[in-house]
């Protein structure tokens, strides 16, 4: 017998893969505002800035965290249907 969820639950994981996301995403638009003056001709930004543009990394960090985390419920759930 196969457990899986309804597709409007929450399963363990998914607000950390959400939560990735939109740190991603705004570490993106972070990078693309960074790169502007380079090809805009205008005074670059402060090394701050530049700072920001990490949170690309920390965004995938975030949602790889919640796969894993999704990953291991879905064997906790595996192995009590089987047992």
């Known amino acids: 017998m196969t ?5 409007d639950e929450a399963r363990p ?3 950390l893969v ?3 996301g939109i740190v991603f995403i705004a570490g993106a638009v972070a990078t693309l505002a960074t ?3 380079l090809f805009l001709d205008i005074d670059p930004f402060p090394p701050y800035a530049w700072a ?4 690309m ?3 995938f960090a975030i ?4 796969v894993l985390r999704s990953a291991a419920a879905q064997r ?3 192995r009590a249907s089987q047992a």
């Not at 920001?52 to 949170?55: D, E, I, K």
């Not at 949602?63 to 919640?66: H, I, K």
């Open 3 to 7: 457990v899986t969820p309804h597709s």
């Open 13 to 15: 994981g998914d607000g």
């Open 18 to 20: 959400k939560a990735g």
């Open 35 to 37: 790169m502007a003056p």
């Open 52 to 55: 920001v543009c990490m949170l």
């Open 57 to 59: 990394g920390v965004g």
């Open 63 to 66: 949602s790889a965290a919640g």
């Open 76 to 78: 906790r759930a595996a």
